[in-house]
């Protein structure tokens, strides 16, 4: 990205001045899915793809936002920011500014550009990336970036469950805006402790397959599955008290499982149980370089989404099929919500080219459309640059 030009680019559009210009990267989950809202552990990092903005601030109360990658412009006054469907994209930044306003931190008017580089609707959380994008924005330009990243982190997530109406966890807002170069982080969604761990994967690459099958939130049955989760822990609780269902063992699971009459339901909480468990089965075959482990960890994990949580699909089941198929590939799955988007897969440095190429003509001949594939590294979280 040519910074100089792309500021060029702002001024264009909004008149020469001072402009300052922020990064914000998106993310991968490489295991831990749909547990951040049951107080699981995942375990994200954030990637070199993101979002970038320059922005100049205004001394009245206007918001002028404009993106590169789509033709929609948005005005609005930061006194009557509402969701509006024509409003697209903007609305998540309306929704990061509606809600730092009223967590009381100063908020004047903007001029914002962005563009992304992250393919939009692969499950890769340009969402999250945009809204730390602009809560950082906000943060530096008004308040001398004494907000903390927590802080940012909880009102970008409150923008998307209250603004957007998406009733996403915690995890995308956080891996993007705490996210370190060569590291993934362990993330208890529950306390919100959490660590770096190196991600040291030797002679294998992670690569990023986008099944290009769109996922958006809010059409696909997140909510839902939300939904039957908390039905879970409701009926468990009339027979033992949890705050959340990742605080049951599978043994504790298993002396309560009989009072769940669905067996859907039942399936919801055993994958969820079971998913926590192989964060942190995860976590230590990254820690003692078993990488072997940590493949065969992530294909337990896209059967349990497949079969137990129900959240694959036929796209990303024939690319995740065709990737473990593959020689020198020890492992793949779905990543982020499901229903589409991406998976990630580990293979062997030296058969990455026919690995691409292999998986890329298996999905086409079944899909009937091309797949993409990404080796982007993984970087550091939200910042000024
Ligand atoms: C989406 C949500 C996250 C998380 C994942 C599934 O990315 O935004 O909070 O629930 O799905 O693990």
């Known amino acids: 990205m040519d910074i100089a030009n792309f500021k060029d680019r702002f001024c264009k559009l909004y008149g020469d001045g001072e402009v300052r210009t922020f990064f914000s990267p998106s993310r991968v989950n490489l295991i831990g899915e749909h547990i951040d809202y049951n107080g699981g552990y995942v375990l994200p990092c954030a990637l070199e793809m993101g979002t970038f903005g320059c922005v100049r601030g205004r001394s009245d109360r206007k918001i002028r936002l404009a993106s590169e990658n789509f033709d929609l412009k948005v005005e609005v006054n930061i006194d009557e920011l509402e969701y509006e469907v024509d409003h697209g994209w903007t609305n998540y930044p309306k929704g990061v500014i509606y809600y730092m306003k009223e967590s009381g931190y100063k908020v004047s008017g903007m001029d914002i550009l962005v563009y992304g580089n992250i393919p939009n609707g692969a499950g890769l959380s340009s969402s999250a990336s945009l809204e730390l994008l602009v809560a950082e924005m906000i943060n530096n330009l008004f308040n001398d970036g004494d907000i903390s990243k927590l802080e940012l982190v909880k009102i970008s997530q409150r923008a998307e469950n209250d603004f957007v109406g998406v009733k996403c966890g915690i995890m995308d807002q956080f891996a993007v805006a705490m996210g370190r170069v060569y590291k993934a982080m362990l993330l208890d969604c529950d306390s919100l402790k959490y660590r770096y761990i190196n991600m040291n994967i030797k002679d294998y690459k992670l690569v990023i397959m986008n099944t290009k099958k769109r996922r958006e939130l809010n059409d696909s049955k997140y909510n839902e599955r939300r939904d039957e989760c908390e039905k879970a822990l409701s009926i468990i609780n009339k027979y033992k ?78 690319i995740v099929q065709a990737a473990i198929a593959q020689k020198g590939c020890i492992g793949a799955r779905m990543t982020g919500a499901g229903f589409g988007g991406c998976a990630i897969a580990l293979v062997e440095k030296k058969s990455v080219d026919n690995f691409i190429n292999r998986v890329g003509e298996i999905y086409n001949r079944k899909i009937g459309y091309k797949a993409e594939f990404y080796l982007t590294g993984i970087g550091d979280g939200t910042r000024e640059i």
């Open 241 to 318: 008290y949890i705050d959340n269902l990742c605080q049951l063992s599978l043994d504790g699971y298993l002396e309560v499982e009989k009072y769940i009459d669905e067996e859907y339901i039942r399936n919801r909480a055993r994958h969820v149980i079971c998913e926590n468990q192989r964060v942190l089965k995860a976590c230590e075959a990254l820690e003692n370089e078993d990488i072997f482990q940590l493949g065969q960890l992530f294909i337990e994990s896209h059967n349990s989404l497949r079969d137990l949580y129900e959240v694959t699909g036929m796209e990303l089941d024939t």
